[in-house]
T-cell receptor, first 116, second 116 residues
Framework: DTAVSQTPKYLVTQMGNDKSIKCEQN?????MYWYKQDSKKFLKIMFS???????INETVPNRFSPKSPDKAHLNLHINSLELGDSAVYFC???????????????FGPGTRLTVT | AQSVAQPEDQVNVAEGNPLTVKCTYS??????LFWYVQYPNRGLQFLLK??????LVKGSYGFEAEFNKSQTSFHLKKPSALVSDSALYFC??????????????FGQGTTLQVKP
């Protein structure tokens, strides 16, 4: 069984379009995250939700909007896509209160977004 | 500001030899440290963590890491490398400034290449 799944795996789209990436975890975790990995493999957190509440909101353009319909899902919607948005986006989840220090994060396989 | 540094972009080692992937950190107080591995076209996988206690932490796939407070280091080690260990390795520290959000700060990653 896949623990953290993301769809789609690949996403190719044109500048200016709006797209969404979906994430689901079946681990029973209460905290979920979105990370961006750039072309140099640098990994940076974007958002985190705990029990459907936004708890981390890094300096990300407001074209990016996360939505958590329930604890098992965290989707990422991106408006007016730009070339610089091209990256691999990873969803992750962790157990426990706000993913506290004791708990490791489980990552999805990633979504490779290419904006042309 | 809290940070993690991985001073080597790439580490090359022959199969069967011991390997070390270096990580140094800068945090106030006691750090919570993690190692993750990323295989090609995959998400990150948790290897091990240091929260408190014994400075030598054992993790998955025969890896271990040594926490050294005086040198502010958390180097990843394995006594005998396998070709299948070839991957991208990330060191991470929990951001204690973001109280109880589980935010991780990742190093820039080190590519481990194990040659037969």
């Amino acid at each position: 069984d896949t623990a953290v799944s993301q769809t789609p795996k690949y996403l190719v789209t044109q500048m200016g379009n709006d797209k969404s990436i979906k994430c689901e975890q079946n681990l029973g975790h209460d905290t979920m995250y979105w990370y961006k990995q750039d072309s140099k493999k640098f990994l940076k957190i974007m958002f985190s939700y705990n029990n459907k509440e936004l708890i981390i909101n890094e300096t990300v353009p407001n074209r990016f909007s996360p939505k958590s319909p329930d604890k098992a899902h965290l989707n990422l919607h991106i408006n007016s896509l730009e070339l610089g948005d091209s990256a691999v986006y990873f969803c992750a989840s962790s157990q426990g209160l706000a993913g506290g220090p004791l708990y490791e994060q489980y990552f999805g396989p990633g979504t490779r977004l290419t904006v042309t | 500001a809290q940070s993690v540094a991985q001073p080597e972009d790439q580490v090359n080692v022959a199969e069967g030899n011991p390997l070390t992937v270096k990580c140094t950190y800068s945090v106030s107080g006691n750090p919570y440290l993690f190692w993750y591995v990323q295989y090609p076209n995959r998400g990150l996988q948790f290897l091990l963590k240091y929260i408190t206690g014994d400075n030598l932490v054992k993790g998955s796939y025969g890896f271990e890491a040594e926490f050294n407070k005086s040198q502010t280091s958390f180097h990843l080690k394995k006594p005998s490398a396998l070709v299948s260990d070839s991957a991208l390795y990330f060191c991470a520290v929990r951001d204690k400034g973001s109280s109880n959000t589980g935010k991780l700060i990742f190093g820039q990653g080190t590519t481990l290449q194990v040659k037969p």
